[in-house]
């Protein structure tokens, strides 16, 4: 079965993640239906500068917390290992909960302001509690060694201020009320308490913790190192570069030959060279030129038509092992070329929706390797960042008007001017393991207006053949169930 997750990353971006095993090949297609209303082809927004612009990824090392090689008996009760293999677990570990306390902390702050005070700050006071037995198991293993205790010392005082920040971040969302001030002073404690356990601990200078700017990119720096462990170096290859040369040459070649043509055909009606036949023979010349360029870019997109464009290669950080290998796609598509399930899904659509679309098209293949994992991982998290930045350039600015007749206090009619903001809808088609076993389908609608996404909502969904990630508090209590057996 599936589990994918497609969100709204930031003001004008998606981020679709899912989990691929050990050997595992997965085929993963999104359909973008762009209203033809907006202008976006393949000569105003090329497939190249979207790709370069507008879609990132991230592939790390995902587990529930069931393996962690921090977490490992013979690890924690052998503190002899190098210094590089120490880091790069204690490195895991730091990920896994920082991951672990994102995703707590978004479903504390999803929480509706109708919904009830008493479950929004006892669900802080639960997540807070999670994270400080998390912390007290992970310092009650420090180490003794110098250059251990320096790579201790780092993660220790991230992973500190990063729960001060998601502690605060809750706070700051709800006013204070006076029904739950002794909570809110209970959560604030912890906060101050943190922060002097820092202090203590010398783990930063007096001028960076008085400077925000300093404290917040030292902090920024650490979470960077804590990441590089995890993270997977990619090396991404265009290709066909040799096939568009012989394309290039080919495309010369013909128009060579029509021009030699001509040009024989000119030298057979004037017997002599004159101003006339100068001119004919440049026209030629010039007309060759404005149609080559055009004339190799519609031989090229023949010729690499349903073509991957680029290749990548994920390695190890550490290692250096290859983890993976991947295939992209991007290519505007026809409507009557989208596959069965994808057209009925989009026929879904409102009737004030089903209006004429451009469809680009987005693949990726991936191949895992069944070599090359770390201790303790056999699945790999890919989160692809889709920016949507580059559409919104085609929405239309500015605010229209609309007017309606509204009724005042002594029931007199008048008429209220309304601003109102031009917003588009982008269907999206995902499509996992396509002409696979075991297919599936899903739509989602996102209302997109020149400044941002206004919303995202899943309007439809296909499977064929047994076709949100936990939260919080199932993965932390996963590690303190390990952390309970060293």
Not at 67 to 87: G, P, T
Request: one cysteine or more; glycine letters at 4%.
């Amino acid at each position: 079965m599936f589990k994918f997750t497609l969100k709204q990353n930031d003001k004008l971006s998606i981020q679709l993640t899912h989990h691929m095993k050990k050997g595992e090949n997965r085929r993963v297609d999104l359909y973008f239906s762009l209203p033809k209303e907006m202008g976006i082809n393949k000569d105003t927004l090329s497939e190249t500068e979207y790709f370069n612009a507008g879609i990132d990824g991230r592939r790390t090392y995902h587990t529930k917390g069931l393996h962690l090689a921090l977490l490992l008996q013979h690890f924690s009760n052998n503190m002899r290992d190098s210094v590089a293999d120490y880091k790069n677990n204690l490195n895991q570990f730091a990920y896994q909960y920082i991951t672990a306390l994102d995703t707590g902390l978004n479903e504390v702050l999803a929480m509706n302001d109708n919904d009830d005070l008493a479950e929004y700050y006892s669900a802080a006071v639960e997540l807070t509690e999670d994270c400080l037995d998390i912390l007290k198991k992970h310092r009650s293993q420090k180490p003794t060694g110098v250059k251990l205790l320096s790579v201790y010392e780092s993660i220790d005082n991230y992973l500190s201020w990063y729960t001060e920040q998601s502690i605060l971040r809750i706070l700051v969302k709800q006013s204070r009320t006076s029904e739950f001030s002794e909570t809110r002073s209970s959560l604030l404690s912890i906060c101050e308490k943190e922060s002097q356990y820092r202090s203590k601990k010398n783990y930063n200078l007096a001028a960076t913790i008085r400077d925000s700017n300093r404290i917040a990119n030292k902090m920024r720096l650490l979470r960077r190192l804590i990441e590089y462990g995890v993270i997977f170096k990619s090396k991404t290859i265009t290709l066909g570069n040799n096939t568009r040369k012989i394309v290039s040459g080919v495309a010369t070649a013909l128009l060579m030959s029509v021009v030699l043509v001509l040009i024989l055909m000119t030298q057979g009606a004037f017997s002599h060279l004159s101003s006339l036949m100068i001119l004919i023979l440049s026209a030629i010349y010039g007309a060759r030129e404005i149609f080559k360029e055009e004339f190799i870019n519609i031989l090229w997109r023949w010729v690499s038509h349903g073509k991957p464009k680029w290749s990548r290669s994920l390695y190890d950080a550490t290692s250096r092992k290859e983890i993976a290998k991947q295939k992209v796609w991007l290519d505007y598509l026809k409507i009557k070329k989208l596959p069965k399930k994808s057209k009925s899904l989009l026929a879904e659509r409102r009737t004030q929706n089903q209006q004429s679309a451009e469809i680009l098209h987005y693949r990726i293949e991936t191949s895992v390797n069944k070599k090359g994992f770390q201790s303790g991982y056999d699945t790999i998290e890919e989160s692809i960042v889709f920016n949507l930045r580059p559409l919104t350039r085609f929405i239309e600015g500015g605010i229209d008007k609309v007017y309606e007749r509204v009724k005042n206090l002594n029931n007199k009619e008048k008429i209220q001017t309304i601003s109102i903001e031009r917003r588009y809808q982008i269907n999206i088609i995902i499509a996992f393991d396509q002409c696979g076993d075991k297919e599936h389908f899903e739509r989602y609608r996102i209302t997109l207006n020149r400044s941002g996404i206004v919303e995202i909502v899943k309007a439809g969904e296909v499977k064929i053949k047994n076709t949100s990630n936990k939260g919080f508090k199932s993965r932390l209590h996963s590690l303190l169930r390990l952390k309970r057996c060293v």
